[in-house]
């Protein structure tokens, strides 16, 4: 392999910045291929949340009994808009189908293994980033309105703790003591100390970027459109400012991935669970960490620029427009989670989660070029995994076995 063998990254969201940068450390050429600016997709707009512990799969059993409930509710955490519900209906029955308990049990151990690690892979790369202040390790927190409420969350916390999450339960009065804004409605609190947060995950991306200009990597602002092939490998990428020559590639192009990895070869369940944020621009946020409401499923996350409540789940594809009542309703709960919040200037986010029916990223070697690979389909958690997969990515490449066994995120397991 020649010294300076050149990679492509398609995609310049968290996950592509990151394999980016594990590969330039490594005395890679690399150029970054994305028509937006970098990290402006869905890694701009997320809770911010280093999630170790968002182990749990997003079909859990019994799912399909709450489900109708969540849909029926016009402010409820899930929506399907009609139009597009023919479309993800296979998607939706795959989900299902990795919802027993077996299956749930068995992704939770493969997510932790990807996710325990993050922050270890994360802080050395903010240092090389020169952003080391962007990443807090204060815990986060999830609150819920009745006993029922938490009981019925059980199984997920009896997961996390079976892996090893710090977990401590509080209740009443102990719940204002940690954080004294919350609404005096949560009865049940589950804290994770051990958990981060980003204070700022646009200015990560962002300090990224310039890290891997300084460090010599090219940007391309066009989108990759298709690929050349040459004995069985990609040659060129194909870009609407024409061709980029590629000894390897990486596709990281999130949501957007699935018609490029079905040019090379490959027919990945990719679907977009749409989230939403709305930010309320408040000097001081008034809590000292993320807080998740297990009612509205939305996150209330403290930021250098004020208060993100982030959440939300809309089947709704790729090309409909945004549905910003959603994030009308963020802001409503979130009012209602902190009464005392002046939110009086406010801004709204949409956004495209990429995601894979068993909650797992695919990550490893496309079937038509053996030079070309997958970092996509993080979901819920593609902000914590992004550091670990950009380096999984980097040691394939480099014909490495990699620390973390990227087995279980193989591409070609659908
Ligand atoms: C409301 C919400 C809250 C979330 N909270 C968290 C959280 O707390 N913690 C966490 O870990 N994760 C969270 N996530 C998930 C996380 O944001 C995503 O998993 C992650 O940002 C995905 O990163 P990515 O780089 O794969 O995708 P993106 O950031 O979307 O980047 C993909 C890039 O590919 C580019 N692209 C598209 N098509 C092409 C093409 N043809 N050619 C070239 N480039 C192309 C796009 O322009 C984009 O820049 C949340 C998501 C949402 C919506």
């Known amino acids: 392999m020649p010294e300076k063998s050149h990679t492509v990254v398609v995609g310049a969201g968290v996950v592509g910045l990151a394999a980016a940068a594990a590969l330039v450390r490594r005395g890679r050429a690399v150029t970054l291929v994305d028509p937006a600016e970098p990290g402006s997709g869905c890694s701009y707009g997320n809770a911010g949340c280093f999630s170790l512990a968002s182990i749990v799969p997003v079909g859990m059993p019994g799912m399909w009994r709450k489900a109708p409930g969540w849909l029926l509710?016009?402010?409820?955490?899930?929506?399907?808009?009609?139009?597009?519900?023919?479309?993800?209906?296979p998607w939706v029955f795959k989900l299902l189908r990795n919802s027993s308990i077996h299956r749930v049990r068995r992704i939770a151990a493969e997510l932790h293994s990807l996710l325990s690690p993050a922050l270890d892979h994360w802080r050395p790369l903010a240092d090389w980033a020169g952003v080391p202040e962007l990443i807090r390790r204060n815990g986060w927190a999830v609150v819920y309105e009745s006993a029922a409420a938490f009981e019925a969350d059980r199984l997920g916390w009896r997961l996390r703790a079976e892996h090893g999450a710090r977990i401590e339960f509080l209740e009443g009065a102990a719940i204002r003591d940690l954080e004294p804004a919350l609404a005096p409605a949560y009865t049940h609190m589950a804290y994770l100390p051990e958990q981060g947060q980003c204070l700022n995950p646009l200015r990560l991306s962002q300090a990224l970027e310039a890290t891997l200009r300084r460090q010599g990597a090219r940007f391309v602002k066009a989108p990759a459109m298709d690929f050349i092939f040459r004995d069985g490998r990609v040659s060129a990428v194909v870009t609407g400012a024409g061709p980029v020559d590629a000894d390897h590639v990486v596709i990281a192009a999130g949501a957007f991935s699935k018609p490029l990895a079905r040019r090379l070869g490959d027919d990945i369940p990719l679907e977009t669970e749409r989230g939403y944020h709305a930010m309320v621009k408040t000097g001081q946020p008034p809590l000292g960490r993320p807080v998740m409401s297990a009612e509205g499923k939305f996150f209330a996350t403290p930021m250098e620029e004020g208060l993100r409540f982030?959440?939300?789940?809309?089947?709704?594809?790729?090309?409909?427009?945004?549905?910003?009542?959603?994030?009308?309703?963020?802001?409503?709960?979130?009012?209602?989670?902190?009464?005392?919040?002046?939110?009086?200037?406010?801004?709204?986010?949409?956004?495209?989660?990429?995601?894979?029916?068993?909650?797992?990223?695919?990550?490893?070697?496309?079937?038509?070029?053996?030079?070309?690979?997958?970092?996509?389909?993080?979901?819920?958690?593609?902000?914590?995994?992004?550091?670990?997969?950009?380096?999984i990515v980097a040691d394939l490449i480099h014909g490495l076995r990699p620390a973390i066994s990227p087995v279980p995120f193989r591409p070609d397991r659908f």
């Open 310 to 391: 982030a959440g939300s789940v809309e089947l709704g594809g790729l090309k409909l427009p945004p549905n910003f009542r959603r994030a009308d309703v963020l802001l409503k709960k979130g009012r209602a989670m902190l009464p005392g919040l002046d939110t009086g200037e406010t801004t709204q986010w949409m956004g495209f989660r990429p995601s894979l029916p068993d909650s797992k990223p695919a990550i490893g070697p496309s079937r038509r070029a053996g030079n070309a690979y997958y970092a996509f389909g993080h979901g819920h958690v593609g902000l914590t995994a992004a550091a670990v997969t950009g380096e």
């Open 73 to 89: 509710d016009p402010e409820g955490p899930l929506a399907i808009p009609p139009r597009y519900a023919p479309r993800v209906a």
